[in-house]
Structure formats: C-alpha cells, structure tokens
C-alpha cells in the first residue's frame, strides 16, 4: 500500500486498510490485530458471528462485505459497524430500522455493479442517484461512500475510475468521503484511482481453501 500511494503521490494514511478474514480462524485476525490491525472485513454472516463472540476481547471494527440479503439485514445491522454492500432500498430499509435508535448509525457504502455482469450484485450507475438520496435519509444509516468488485474479464483501472466518477457526480451534500475498491491483485491501480479503503484477504491471510 506504502509502494502503491507513493507510485501516485499519496499520502499513505490517506487509504485505509479492511483485513478481510472470511473462511480464516479468529486465531489469525488475532494475531492480525496484535500486529496493530483493527478493521476486519466478512462475507457470511454466521461464520462472522461465531468469530466475533471469540474475540468479544478485542476493540475490533466489523465490516460486512458479502451479498445483502433481506432475511440477514437485522443481524447485520446489530453486529456490524460497516456494510459495504448496499444495493437495493429494501435492504436499506431494513437496516435502519433494525438499528438501534441509541447506537452509532451503521456507515454504509452502496455496491455498484460497474461492470453492468449479469451475475453480479451491485445497483446499476443509472439507478444509483435515486438509491443514494433514499439512504442518505434513513437514521439508522450513514452513508460514506461507493464499492465495487470489478468484472474478471475487464478492465479494473477503468472501472475504479468510473466509480470515482460516480461518487463525484453525487451531491457534495451528502459528504461522502470513502471509495472502497481495490483488492489482493488489483490494489495498485485502486489506489492511483483514488480508493480510499481497500479490502484485503489472500495478500494478508493466504490463499483460501474454498
Ligand atoms: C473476498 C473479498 C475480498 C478480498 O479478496 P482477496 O482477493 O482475497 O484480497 C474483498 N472484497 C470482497 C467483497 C470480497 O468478497
């Protein structure tokens, strides 16, 4: 990350890093975090949950990254700090009310399908003005940002510029101040497109066996 911001001229405090720990054991992100990690990225719900009861110890920051489904919404909204995967109104919905009135608002991000896949979740860039001024008044939430997973076969460094551009086009009213994009292989061209938050897995944990 250090290699990459100075590559481009940022500040290296200027992009954060999310540890992404799905199908890895509490006992790595507890060596992740003596080594001064805090924010922890999952994908399933309830492998998540059996690792944050373990590690009830720690001041961890939770970050929920996997597909938002309607039935997962009030867990979620209870045992998270983040969600990165927001992409329909129905699910905002469902976590601001699920959020308790007296916690932090959970901050979310809204998933952009940006390489218009067929299979993949994310809210189309046409739809996304309307999504963002839904969520953007819903008390339980606090929108931060936009997040991408970019097609397989594209171009990443274009996608993670187009999304920039999205997050530009919204308006300056909202504040939004978190780009969450860039993963293990294409974090370099994330971070010269502006990510500030990357969401890293195999380069921190190791390959996963499934
Ligand atoms: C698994 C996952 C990551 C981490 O991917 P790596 O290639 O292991 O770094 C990041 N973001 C999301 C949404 C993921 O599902």
Not at 58 to 87: M, R, T, V
Request: hydrophobic letters at 40%; one cysteine or more; aromatic letters at 4%.
């Amino acid at each position: 990350m250090a290699q990459a911001c100075a590559t481009v001229g940022r500040e290296v405090d200027s992009v954060a890093l999310l540890a992404v720990s799905k199908r890895k054991p509490a006992s790595q992100i507890r060596a992740a975090f003596a080594a001064g990690q805090t924010a922890f990225g999952e994908n399933y719900l309830q492998e998540a949950l059996l690792k944050q009861q373990e590690l009830e110890d720690l001041p961890l920051q939770w970050h929920y990254i996997g597909p938002l489904q309607s039935n997962k919404c009030k867990s979620i909204a209870q045992h998270f700090d983040w969600a990165h995967s927001i992409e329909r109104k129905s699910v905002a919905l469902k976590l601001s009310q699920a959020r308790a009135p007296q916690a932090t608002p959970l901050q979310v991000c809204l998933q952009v399908n940006i390489d218009a896949e067929a299979s993949k979740s994310g809210c189309a860039p046409d739809d996304l003005a309307e999504l963002a001024q839904t969520v953007a008044q819903l008390p339980g939430l606090k929108l931060r940002g936009l997040m991408c997973i970019p097609s397989p076969d594209g171009d990443p460094h274009s996608a993670f510029g187009r999304l920039r551009e999205l997050l530009h086009s919204l308006p300056q009213t909202y504040k939004l101040d978190t780009l969450s994009m860039g993963m293990s292989n294409d974090l370099e061209s994330a971070v010269a497109q502006g990510s500030t938050l990357v969401r890293i897995g195999t380069a921190i944990f190791g390959a996963r066996d499934n």
